[in-house]
């Protein structure tokens, strides 16, 4: 059950002097019978919370500050608190922040979707969590809470409801929204409470009259002695023939009186009250007393009526408590995951590809891997690379320069910021230790900050502030030793913090942790420092973290690169015409001194400079000079390798072009095959037509040329028959003349043409041989004849017998 906010976070820890340890305290939010919601916990004590030298790095890095952000978007009281106290925790193991990603993405679909809002502002979390504590406690809970617990049920219900109905437009979602859809489907309101309390508890939470009829006939008899008091009082106050100048009437406790401005007496009986300002008095009239009761009495009445009818509701509640606290408690998650998406979108941030260094991931995350989720996990293998980082912003930098653009333009200023200038971090598998060398302020030590902070931010499942795609690994620890490690509680220098402090970091560092150096070796005998500084950063090398970054001035640094394959040197670009850093990173360059170049320009006598330039030695001028040479030919290259992608960009749009112009080019070929093709039937479906009119004119026509001669063949045989005598051979003639006129002109062509058996040999004009009779059918005229291999169906017409 979660505890009241004040009592749960009354005592916040403190991370802006570690070495004493904070107060006990401990944050525990449960988050039940949910796959996707984890238990997490967090405990200040020095025993439980994380080491010294963890805490250490954390406060360097300002992860509180950052953590502090985040939880800013949160809606709710409790979901702030949740929101640091997860981010804080840094405990995740790797599936656990390949799941935090996954409601962190399944957060941003919902609100780019727009429909399924996650905006939690109008729950009172903390109302409803006291309403559970009364229920739990059989205590009757307040009108405020019950009303706050209907609005979580409704809210719960609209939430589920708009899913539902982004669901039924299309399924996609459903899997897109994953795993939060499960959670928002998974939810159990009930509908008859929140209907219950809205009939019997108004909005502001008071009890309505409809509550009880009971209560309805108190409220009236209370309203009906406070009218007749009031007139009394009213009455009293016309008739009253004293001299006070002004009588006013008023309630004190509940009770009415009169009230004078002054100290006079009144005309009428009554019991003197304390007025409390010792000016004027105030007299409960005697007339009114009973009245008074009375009404004190109602209204003790109408308290024990609208306690009947909350203790109804805290019992309706005390049924479904376990519902209720475990919706709750899922509010209260999404409004984390919620925070960690809104403060992606609105800082433009980038989902971060975690792998698990080594390779060696889990049954959780091989099952990630097989489900296309996570395709990251087996990505430094493919691409060869450990850390991808390309042009990532710090984010309290950019924190910082948002509130200053807000503030400029809230004051109407016109004020020119520059924007923070992002840096690249691209570092290959082989490279075990990074050497970074610059001039101060170049923005080494932002370098460090930015990776460590992305790192854990990968790991608290937030989006990492990137224009690109961004590829890391997922480290169980990011240690860092940033700044002036003095400590007067232990009489330690600087020197002596640094050390302490890196000797920690080696006791605790892994195989899979981050290790952030800066300034190593710094603080004494330039020569001793750098010999203590090549023998850390070569243990480290070894034995030491997963990745280490460094930062120095020491020049012998950037010498292990040569000696050693799992160095690399970097230098942050200064600009020495402008003399001014410009925080880019030149990747393969080890930086150079640019203490005499600098003093030259700003106007030092040439003597000195000359004089410095001789102390300072030929052989390191001659290094410089290498150095130089080494820097030209990486700009050469850097602006060679731009124009290459210039043009690989310009080919890869050109060739989409093509592909385009292809596509339509065989769209437009079918279209117009299709068009040919139907153009065809329509000409062939006409030519039929055609041909079958004028071959039924033709034979129409042949008919009608047979008319003449079967007619004379009737006349003939009429003639001949007429000499027959009798009624029988009158009847026979008068059958005959009937069946002659019923004969069809198809009868008269087989009287004319004797009709081919099956089997005849027939001859067919149109192929100028013989063919065989397969089927005759007269009444169609047809005869189904067959040629060598060829079968035809022609009419009697066009054959021969």
């Known amino acids: 059950m979660l505890s009241s906010a004040a009592a749960l976070f009354g005592n916040p820890i403190s991370l802006t002097l570690t070495p004493p340890p904070p107060p006990p305290l401990t944050l525990s939010l449960h988050f039940k019978n949910r796959a996707f919601l984890t238990r997490f916990s967090i405990s200040a004590n020095h025993d439980s ?126 899997r897109r929204f994953m795993p939060l859809s499960e959670v928002i489907m998974g939810f159990v309101v009930n509908r008859s409470l929140a209907k219950l309390i809205q009939q019997v508890i108004d909005e502001d939470g008071r009890v309505k009259d409809s509550a009880s009829p009971n209560l309805k006939r108190l409220r009236n008899q209370v309203r009906t002695l406070e009218k007749k008091i009031y007139q009394l009082m009213n009455s009293l106050v016309r008739n009253d023939k004293s001299v006070t100048p002004l009588l006013e009437v008023s309630t004190v406790d509940g009770r009415w009186c009169i009230k004078s401005s002054a100290n006079e007496m009144t005309s009428f009986k009554g019991l003197l009250l304390p007025s409390g300002s010792g000016k004027g008095s105030i007299v409960e009239p005697l007339s009114a007393v009973p009245l008074n009761d009375e009404l004190q009495q109602t209204r003790a009445l109408v308290s024990e009526a609208e306690a009947e009818v909350l203790s109804m509701l805290t019992e309706k509640m005390q049924m479904d408590l376990e519902n209720i606290e475990q919706l709750l408690n899922s509010i209260i998650e999404l409004d984390v995951v919620n925070a960690r998406a809104t403060y992606g979108l609105a800082y433009g941030g980038t989902c971060p590809n975690i792998y698990l260094p080594g390779g060696h991931s889990s049954s959780a995350s091989d099952a990630y891997i097989s489900g296309n989720k996570h395709p990251q996990a087996s990505y430094s293998k493919k691409s060869g690379w450990v850390l991808y980082l390309p042009k990532a912003h710090h984010p309290l930098l950019l924190q910082q320069h948002r509130q200053n653009l807000k503030k400029a333009r809230k004051d109407s200023k016109n004020v020119t ?121 070569e243990s480290f090398a070894e034995t030491g973290a997963l990745l280490t970054i460094a930062t120095t001035h020491h020049g012998e640094l950037k010498t292990l690169k040569y000696s050693n394959d799992a160095f690399e040197n970097a230098c942050m670009e200064f600009d020495e015409v402008n003399l001014k850093p410009t925080y880019r990173i030149l990747w393969g360059v080890p930086g150079r001194s640019n203490a005499i170049n600098i003093a030259e320009r700003l106007g030092l006598p040439g003597r000195v400079v000359d004089n410095a330039r001789e102390l300072y030695g030929a052989a390191s001028a001659g290094i410089d000079e290498v150095i130089v040479d080494m820097e030209r030919l990486k700009q050469e290259y850097q602006e060679l390798l731009y124009e290459a992608q210039n043009h690989l960009t310009i080919s890869r749009e050109l060739h989409e072009k093509l592909l385009v112009a292809k596509r339509k080019i065989m769209e437009h070929g079918n279209d117009q095959r299709f068009r040919q093709m139907r153009e065809i039937s329509e000409a062939a479906a006409m030519a039929r037509s055609i041909l079958h009119k004028k071959a039924r004119k033709q034979r129409e026509s042949a008919i009608q040329s047979l008319q003449p001669t079967l007619e004379r063949k009737r006349q003939l045989a009429l003639a001949t028959n007429a000499t027959d005598n009798g009624e029988n051979s009158t009847t026979k003639r008068r059958v005959s003349s009937s069946e002659d006129v019923k004969k069809s002109p198809s009868d008269y062509v087989s009287d004319k043409f004797e009709l081919p058996k099956v089997g005849n040999m027939v001859f067919v004009s149109s192929l100028g041989k013989k063919a065989t009779v397969l089927r005759v059918e007269p009444s169609k005229e047809e005869i189904l004849v067959q040629a060598g291999n060829i079968k035809m169906k022609l009419k009697l017409g066009d054959i021969k017998t």
Request: hydrophobic share 45%; proline share 2%.
């Open 49 to 174: 919370i994380k080491s010294q030298v963890h805490l250490d790095s954390l406060r360097v890095l300002e992860w509180d500050k950052l953590c502090d952000s985040v939880a800013g978007f949160a809606r709710t009281p409790l979901g702030r608190e949740a929101t640091k106290a997860k981010l804080w925790c840094l405990s995740q193991t790797y599936e656990e922040s390949l799941r935090l990603l996954d409601e962190t993405n399944a957060a941003v679909e919902m609100l780019k979707h727009g429909a399924c809002s996650l905006d939690f502002g109008g729950v009172k979390v903390v109302l409803v969590e006291s309403a559970i504590q009364r229920a739990r406690r059989s205590s009757a809970v307040e009108g405020i809470e019950a009303v706050a617990v209907m609005e979580l049920l409704q809210y719960a219900e609209h939430l589920q409801s708009n899913l539902k109905g982004a669901i039924k437009e299309d399924a996609e979602w459903y």
């Open 417 to 537: 910021l520059v924007h923070p200038v992002p840096v690249d971090f691209f570092i290959t598998q082989k490279i075990r230790v990074l050497v970074i060398t610059g001039p101060n302020t170049g923005g080494k030590t932002i370098g460090l900050k930015t990776v460590g902070l992305a790192a854990m931010m990968a790991k608290s499942g937030l989006h990492v502030l990137c224009s690109e795609s961004v590829h890391i690994p997922w480290f169980d620890s990011v240690f860092a030793d940033i700044g002036d490690e003095q400590s007067l509680s232990q009489s330690l220098s600087t020197f002596s913090g640094h050390l302490k402090h890196i000797s920690d970091i080696q006791l605790q560092s892994t195989s899979c942790s981050l290790v952030l150096l800066d300034e190593v070796g710094a603080g004494t005998n330039p020569l001793e420092g750098a010999a203590l500084g090549m023998s850390l950063l």
